[in-house]
């Protein structure tokens, strides 16, 4: 009867019932059936029913499943869908809802610009835990909470778990009460508010990323024969290796070696066989895919793999024997792949080298030890052009570098800039991830593809707009943009790098994200027809799956053919896990980031600078200064001087992108990682 309800009520001409006339329509008897059903569609927040008992769907009601971005001063933001725009919530709409949750939105101002809600249930909470600091009076127990969210969670004293007045602490909600008052219970104590990095451990609490390993991981590492044996690999222990990396990088997946002969350029590719450790339904393996990627933060890595593998048995360390799975691709003057050769190996570093000492070399003279490396520079060019004639789109995020004093306190935030050395890595590793790609490819059989899509019709009229700021037009007849034409608009923003890194996130915003997948569709920024990821299997568990992959499509005499559809099946399933895993990730490093950055402007309080817009919205203007530190001019503010927001252009009169303007800082939130300026007028 379910799938019946649901079409009656989902059908054009349908309109909201009684129970027994939706029977009548059903042509059934079974009226107690037809409550039960209606009730558990309800449950499930498919169906609805109004003051009267009819029943409809919850479109019909002008009610909508979304999750509520909730700001500081009481409004929020429901982001729905199948909506172009967010709906607005005003304070005293949002019933008992948290930030994050997952809500019942009710539209109750419908209009030709924008949309207004209201907050009728939450479907989901977003966390059953808050962080904050326990304070004490009178004996009675509250958590004040560092974000000074506008609710109030009382903690009885049996329920303390030995925290401290003063303490950080993890509480767990036992009663949401009304939204504004809760009761709880300490579930972990952090630390205290002085202790270096606290605000970084915050984070990775709530995050939900698990730091430590399992006793059942930890007992696998012990039985881990760390003995190289070399029977069915090539012996390439004679090849002399390098690896490049960061001044302060201990897991090496990736070594490489180039030679030159004639015209062909011999490049060896040498990639951690980690597979060869981490076996298919082991513990360690599980908990690999249940992280997915080694977390990259300022004070620590939280890695995939324990610290026996990350840094020691996989690591490809100078001068220790590993096991490595080679790719030789021969590739000639015009950067053409000839031939490729794929193969299980036992290599030795020769050079663990950094990218400042690379660079040194190739701004100066390389050592004879090293004279490799010539022939790579010449490679790495050669490719690097191919990049750029196929229309390969440098995306650059906020590459910042942190340094800290010994009480964590960040001291200074500058632009990394990245050179040949780093530059150089990576064309190999693209070339060589190009490569196994297409070898699998050509062989139509199950794997994981790192896929980028193209932008689609719905940002296209957005981006059009936000690009008009810089004289860049997009022509109306041109509805299928290339990744050259977005490499043309960054080419031509050379000269002025704030502008460049503004265009870029605009750029960046209008794209799908980069995925994971089975289903091929090519990688848009890349601007490849093929592309995996293969080289970072210390890091990364899809790297991983594809080196097994590779060891059973093309280095054994695996049965594979009969297991085809169940292949499939698991990498699916493998790459849904991995797309939320990296999204989680992403966020974590990210908010870490603008803590440090909150943290850094915290000591120019009172100081002016000069920055540009980089954001024009609803609530306030982002202004970006020269050291891509971002900081808000507040909606409340910017009406206090005078200005309106034109709902209809979207945008705050007299101001546009990367228009220059003069600010002091007046405000920061660490946790929050939030700056904010005030507007200096000349």
């Known amino acids: 009867m379910r799938d019946e309800i649901l079409e009656l009520l989902n059908s054009p001409d349908y309109k909201p019932l009684p129970p027994r006339l939706i029977l009548k329509k059903l042509n059934s008897n079974d009226f107690t059936t037809l409550v039960k059903t209606l009730n558990s569609l309800e449950e499930e927040h498919l169906i609805i029913h109004d003051e009267r008992g009819y029943y409809g769907t919850l479109e019909y009601f002008h009610i909508y499943k979304g999750v509520i971005d909730l700001k500081d001063v009481g409004f929020g933001f429901v982001k729905i869908d199948c909506f172009e725009k967010d709906i607005f919530v005003k304070r005293g709409n949002t019933f008992d809802a948290m930030n994050g949750d997952e809500v019942l939105c009710l539209i109750v101002k419908p209009n030709r610009i924008s949309y207004e809600g209201q907050i009728i249930e939450v479907i989901k909470r977003a966390r059953t835990f808050v962080i904050g600091i326990i304070r004490k009076r009178l004996n009675k127990y509250r958590l004040e909470t560092l974000e000074k969210e506008r609710f109030q969670i009382n903690i009885a004293s049996k329920h303390i778990n030995n925290a401290l007045d003063g303490d950080i602490v993890s509480v767990i909600i036992t009663d949401f009460g009304d939204g504004r008052i809760m009761k709880g219970k300490v579930d972990k104590v952090i630390g205290r508010p002085s202790d270096p990095f606290l605000d970084e451990k915050i984070k990775i609490i709530e995050s939900g990323i698990e730091t430590n390993f399992s006793s059942d991981v930890l007992r696998e590492t012990q039985n881990i024969d760390p003995l190289i044996s070399f029977i069915g690999r090539s012996d390439l222990t004679s090849i002399p290796f390098v690896t490049i990396d960061g001044d302060n990088a201990k897991d090496f997946d990736d070594a490489i070696y180039v030679e030159k002969i004639n015209d062909i350029y011999k490049l060896f590719v040498g990639i951690a066989d980690v597979s060869e450790y981490v076996k298919e339904g082991s513990f360690i393996d599980k908990e690999a895919l249940n992280r997915s990627f080694s977390c990259y933060l300022p004070s620590k890595v939280i890695p995939m793999l324990p610290n026996i593998l990350s840094d020691d048995l996989c690591s490809l360390k100078e001068n220790e024997l590993r096991y490595a799975i080679v790719v030789e691709m021969d590739i000639d003057s015009n950067g053409k792949l000839i031939s490729q050769d794929i193969k299980k190996a036992v290599i030795k570093s020769r050079g663990r080298l950094t990218y400042n000492l690379a660079n040194s070399w190739f701004e100066s003279t390389i050592p004879e030890k090293y ?293 002091k800082v007046i405000d920061t939130n660490k946790i929050k990682g939030q700056i904010d300026f005030y507007l200096l007028e000349d």
């Open 371 to 663: 004279s490799m490396l010539s022939d790579a520079f010449e490679l790495y060019k050669i490719l690097d052009q191919n990049k750029e004639k196929r229309g390969y789109i440098e995306f650059d995020d906020d590459d910042v570098e942190l340094k800290f004093d010994e009480s964590g306190k960040c001291i200074s935030v500058d632009v990394r800039v990245r050179k040949d050395a780093e530059k150089l890595i990576e064309n190999f590793m693209i070339q060589c991830n190009e490569t196994i790609a297409s070898t699998i490819y050509n062989l139509d059989l199950p794997f994981i593809y790192r896929i980028h899509d193209e932008v689609k019709d719905e940002k296209l009229e957005e981006l059009k707009k936000n690009l008009s700021h810089f004289n860049i037009e997009i022509p109306s007849k041109q509805n299928k943009l290339t990744s050259m034409f977005f490499k043309k608009i960054l080419d031509s923003l050379n000269d002025d790098e704030i502008s460049k890194n503004i265009v870029n996130k605009l750029l960046l915003k209008s794209m799908s994200k980069a995925q994971y997948s089975t289903f091929n569709i090519g990688h848009f920024a890349l601007s490849l027809n093929n592309y995996t990821h293969f080289t970072s299997p210390i890091r990364r568990y899809s790297d991983l799956l594809v080196h097994r992959l590779i060891k059973k499509y093309l280095l054994s005499n695996d049965d594979y053919y009969s297991k085809i559809e169940s292949i499939d099946n698991l990498l699916s399933g493998d790459c849904l896990v991995i797309n939320e895993n990296e999204k989680k990730i992403t966020t974590l490093e990210r908010d870490v980031i603008d803590i440090y950055k909150a943290d850094y402007m915290s000591n120019f309080i009172g100081k002016t600078f000069v920055g540009r817009v980089s954001s024009i919205k609803k609530w306030g203007i982002y202004v970006e200064l020269d050291n891509y530190i971002e900081g808000m001019i507040s909606s409340d503010l910017l009406y206090n001087l005078g200005y309106t927001y034109n709902e209809e252009m979207s945008t705050w009169s007299n101001f546009y992108l990367t228009k220059e303007v003069k600010v």
